[in-house]
């Protein structure tokens, strides 16, 4: 064991962060941000590699998520609006708009009830904001101030802003939380921090990206449905991400032949020009979940484990970083 | 109140809780012990790979699991999967789920049958997921089934019992058999009503689970489970077309 570390005030405090998933960048952006000396460790070789954040949606929907999670998410979920355009200027925000075929119609009724949020549309309403939906569903909820972006290119962001900043980001450094020498530890390992959390497990979430110039999407779209739900995502170039299964299984195999009829299934009942779409992309990402299904800060000794961000890595990671840089730092304010 | 006894073994609770699409472990477990279920049904199609640590969240709440083929859609795929389940499990239980068609999950009485036969001459104890025909009963009963589930509504319909003649048919026709409803019940007076029939017991997955409570809902259905079997052993009086006066009216003015 080392000797004592004396932290003698914040712009000296040492921080090391295990992991350059979303967890791992937005906690050491905001523990720079509150003006410690943050040192970044990750053990894949690029950005990107291996983390489930690299498979993910992107959308920030506080209140399309809330179903099944609790007030506490919205509440939560807010902080990333405000958070993400700082940070990733591109980020989108044009609202969701969930849809369903007419005898699916109880999903939107319950998902208008359960987000306490939604504006219902018409045929007329829906068509105004997606042209390529018109005619094809007859009612539909709009949450206008949720946002979407692309994880890629805002983990890439982060990155960015970290290196501005003189934080170093360390590929192919796999490092042990006990033996670092910093005054605090923040490990953000995902799956990888089953050694420490026992009850972390992994649920298969598998993705499909399709490529089309026939039909294009302003925002992200969520068809409901009682058995497979679908949402699509836009991204640059024609690109539409379609996701994601949930299937309680840690395996971060192939995506399966079912997952993929699944999707494709769903995006073609969305519009039917998706069927002569290219397929360009599939993903598989295994997510880190608690089995409360929210996130932990979990503090022991100098190491703190912030994990269990589950489907929610993009939208949660704001508001649990800055929550962990005040329970660090309580004093400092923090400087964007 | 005397016990549910499948295949040798009495279980006090008479509410089977589906452990698919709950919000959260944390939620599954409180909604669990709300329904104090004992047999809790697994779905094996999908995790079969990799979903260890799931299995073994349902195994720690200590119940009997009764591992389900759901999702299966052919004769060899359901006995694959019901073996594959027991080594998994070490469980002789299999709730046996052919489906016909994967819009409306109807069974498909036909490969259930044969499966059936398969699977208990391997030694399983089968619980088939089947429709109210009778036919099909008699059949399975055939091949070796000594407990009957069949389905009041669509799976994940909540419409509740869409034939209940049908129901009580099969409660009259098999009268030493233990029936249980499983599927399409979205309330708990539909579970009541269920037990008021003489079944013996309901499995409950969506309507637990997709709750915005779970755990309200299914302490909600143990009750009305509870209810209904009261009710049925009570002896209910029959229903009636007139107005059957409590007191006499014999001597009492004749109102015009």
């Known amino acids: 064991m080392s000797g004592s570390r004396e932290r003698t005030s914040v712009g000296h405090a040492s921080v090391a962060v295990i992991g350059a998933g979303v967890a791992g960048l937005a906690a050491a952006l905001a523990l720079t941000e509150r003006g410690a000396r943050v040192r970044v460790y990750e053990r894949a070789a690029a950005l990107g590699e291996g983390a489930c954040s690299w498979q993910a949606g992107g959308m920030l929907a506080p209140w399309c ?17 405000a958070w993400w355009p700082r940070h990733h200027p591109a980020t989108v925000q044009r609202g969701t708009l969930a849809v369903a075929h007419a005898r699916d119609r109880g999903e939107l009724e319950k998902l208008a009830r359960r987000s306490g949020a939604g504006q219902w549309l018409d045929g007329e309403g829906i068509a105004a904001l997606e042209p390529a939906l018109a005619g094809r569903f007859e009612h539909g909820l709009w949450f206008a101030r949720e946002a979407h972006l692309d994880p890629r290119e805002a983990l890439h962001s982060l990155a960015a802003a970290l290196g501005a900043r003189g934080v170093p980001i360390q590929f192919h450094a796999e490092v042990d939380a006990a033996e670092l020498v910093a005054d605090a530890v923040i490990d953000c390992r995902g799956l990888a921090a089953r050694d420490a959390l026992p009850d972390l497990r992994g649920v298969r979430g598998e993705t499909l990206v399709l490529r089309t110039a026939e039909v294009a999407f302003r925002r992200p779209l969520r068809l409901l449905h009682p058995r497979h739900p679908l949402y699509l995502v836009p991204r640059a170039d024609g690109r539409l991400l379609l996701g994601a299964t949930v299937v309680e299984s840690g395996h971060a195999g192939p995506v399966t032949a079912r997952a993929a009829m699944e999707l494709l299934n769903a995006a073609w009942a969305l519009h039917p020009a998706l069927a002569e779409a290219a397929i360009v992309e599939l993903g598989v990402g295994v997510r880190p979940a608690l089995p409360d299904h929210l996130p932990c800060l979990l503090t022991q000794g100098r190491i703190t484990r912030f994990n269990g961000l589950y489907r929610h890595g993009f939208l949660l990671a704001p508001w649990y970083a800055q929550a962990l840089a005040r329970q660090l730092f309580p004093t400092q304010e923090a400087r964007a | 109140m005397n016990p549910l006894e499948l295949y040798g073994r009495r279980f006090h609770s008479r509410l089977l809780l589906g452990t698919a699409n709950f919000p959260s472990p944390e939620r599954m477990t409180a909604a669990v012990h709300a329904a104090q279920a004992q047999i809790l049904t697994v779905s094996l199609r999908r995790t079969a790979v990799g979903g260890e640590a799931f299995w073994d969240q349902v195994r720690g709440l200590g119940t009997q699991v009764l591992p389900n083929t759901a999702g299966c859609h052919g004769v060899r795929e359901a006995v694959t999967t019901a073996q594959m389940a027991r080594e998994l499990f070490g469980t002789r239980w299999i709730k046996l789920e052919v489906i016909a068609d994967d819009d409306t999950l109807c069974p498909d009485v036909v490969g259930l049958v044969e499966a059936a036969r398969v699977l208990v001459a391997e030694g399983f104890e089968v619980f088939p997921y089947t429709t109210d025909d009778l036919g099909v009963a008699a059949r399975l009963l055939d091949a070796g089934c000594r407990v009957l589930m069949p389905l009041a509504a669509p799976i994940g319909s909540a419409r509740g019992l869409s034939h209940p003649c049908g129901l009580r048919a099969l409660r009259a026709h098999f009268p030493d058999v233990p029936l249980i409803v499983d599927a399409g019940l979205g309330l708990p007076s539909h579970a009541a009503a269920v037990m008021e029939l003489g079944y013996d017991a309901v499995l409950l997955n969506t309507a637990v689970a997709q709750a915005g409570d779970p755990e309200a809902m299914a302490r ?37």
């Open chain 1, 65 to 81: 998520e809330r179903d099944g999670a609790g007030p506490e998410l919205t509440a939560q979920g807010e902080e990333a609006l």
């Open chain 2, 220 to 256: 909600a259905f143990a009750q009305a489970v509870s209810a209904g079997r009261t009710a049925y052993l009570a002896d209910p009086i029959a229903p009636r077309d007139m107005a059957a006066p409590s007191t006499p009216v014999l001597g009492m003015a004749v109102l015009a």
